[in-house]
């Protein structure tokens, strides 16, 4: 997910560190730790963050993430 997060925002001159918010939905709580784990490797700096877990999501999915991404005109 967060590969394909970065791809999309590299095909727009954008980086992962132009996100200032993430909104993470868990199927089961239990899916967190690995979760934070994957999702640290990512950021030198963390955006905000909200995390639900217990939500029905699209097919077999077990987590999605969405990204709010901003950068300066000019930068």
Do not use: W
């Not at 709580?29 to 995390?51: C, G, H, K, L």
């Amino acid at each position: 997910i967060m590969e394909n997060i970065r791809h999309l925002l590299e095909r727009n001159g954008m980086c992962m560190e132009d996100i200032v918010k993430t909104t993470v939905h868990l199927r089961k709580r239990e899916f967190f730790d690995e979760m934070n784990r994957s999702y640290q490797e990512f950021f030198s700096v963390y955006p905000a963050r909200i995390t639900v877990y217990g939500v029905e999501l699209y097919g077999t999915c077990d987590v999605e993430i969405d990204a709010i991404a901003y950068r300066e005109e000019g930068r």
